[in-house]
């Protein structure tokens, strides 16, 4: 005979589906931060984003990984250059044009980085 148990409902802390969703919690709507966030929920705010999300991941303020990303360094990279807030998409744009001498070195070495991962993984 099979069980016919109920499916679990799988379910995630808000602070994981803050990351899922390239998103910094705190940002996030107080409903949000404090309900936890089932699997379903979590698929339907990915394919259709409420508004509050929508403007999140458009104008920040943004988590380190996707600061890192939107300038072309490592996290580490961010750190080493002081960075260590979060910051929003004008403050990111405000730094690309600018163009300091530590987001070039940190650019450069990001590259170097990748021409080595990508030289180890065609051995």
């Given at each position: 005979?099979?069980?016919s148990?109920?499916?679990t ?13 390239d998103v910094?919690?705190s940002?996030t709507?107080a409903?949000?931060q404090e309900?936890?966030v089932s699997?379903d929920?979590?698929?339907a705010?990915?394919?259709?984003p ?8 458009r104008?920040?303020p ?5 600061v ?8 580490s990279g961010l ?9 929003t ?6 730094l690309k044009?600018e163009?300091?001498a530590?987001?070039e ?19």
């Open positions: 005979m099979t069980s148990k109920p499916k409902v799988q379910t995630m802390k808000p602070e994981t589906a803050a990351k899922k969703l910094l919690l940002a709507p409903e949000f309900g936890v699997r929920e979590l698929n705010l990915q394919s259709s409420p508004a509050w999300l929508v403007d999140l991941r104008n920040g943004h988590p380190k990984q996707v890192a990303a939107k300038l072309g360094v490592s996290i750190i080493r250059s002081g960075i260590t807030e979060p910051l998409t004008a403050e990111i744009e405000a044009a163009n300091p530590w987001l070195h940190e650019r450069a070495v990001q590259r170097e980085a990748r021409k080595e991962a990508l030289r180890l993984k065609q051995r």
